[in-house]
């Protein structure tokens, strides 16, 4: 299954989302494109719309491989297998997580919208991206989202890794992907259209939500 853009993916993936969720419920997206994704699931279910400000930690030395991720509240999870394999210090680890701080904290006040975290405790969260490789990021998500006090966590992407796949439909109480891949190599390759989301665009979306 390829997509056009990562609205015809959020179209697909509201319809999958059958049964919805019990209200009520969040959804929770991760910026950039998650939040093109989230934003026809906010329109067909009338849910608030939320942000989950969260980052990959990558090293100089591979710019493009995860070693881990971390969340807005500075909670952090990281392969120690990766970072043995990629050679980093524990400095290089440390300045990572503060590469990833401050990019949240540049979108926080970039976007001027509420976190996840302002609707909990309380109501279900419907976690949102534009596809999962790794999974790390989400990993933090659903992390964030259960020490926050959400009720059930969904999580829900157009397309997932079958490693991906694999733990969190072990670890969320739902999993809901169009697409689950065991030879899965980026996010991008099921789309047309996976250009850039810049953060104009994101407070436009917002707007909208």
Known sequence: MTFRDRADAGRALADALVPTPAPPFVVGAIPRGGVTVALPLVERFRAPLALVYAGKLTAAVAPEFAFGALDEDGEAYVKAESVAMLGLSPAEVEQAKARVRGEIQRRM????????????????????????????????????????????????????????????????????????????????????????????????????G
């Open 109 to 208: 006040a970039a976007y001027g919208a509420r976190s996840l975290g302002a609707h909990l405790p309380g109501p279900g969260v419907v976690l949102v991206d534009d596809g999962l490789a790794t999974g790390l990021t989400m990993r933090v998500a659903l992390a964030y989202a259960r020490r926050h006090g959400a009720r059930d966590v969904t999580v829900a992407v157009p397309c997932a890794s079958a490693q991906a796949a694999g733990e969190f439909e072990r670890a969320a109480d739902r999993f809901v992907s169009l697409v689950v891949d065991p030879e899965f190599q980026a996010v991008g390759q099921y789309y047309l259209d996976f250009s850039p989301v810049p953060d104009d665009e994101v407070r436009a979306m917002l707007a909208c």
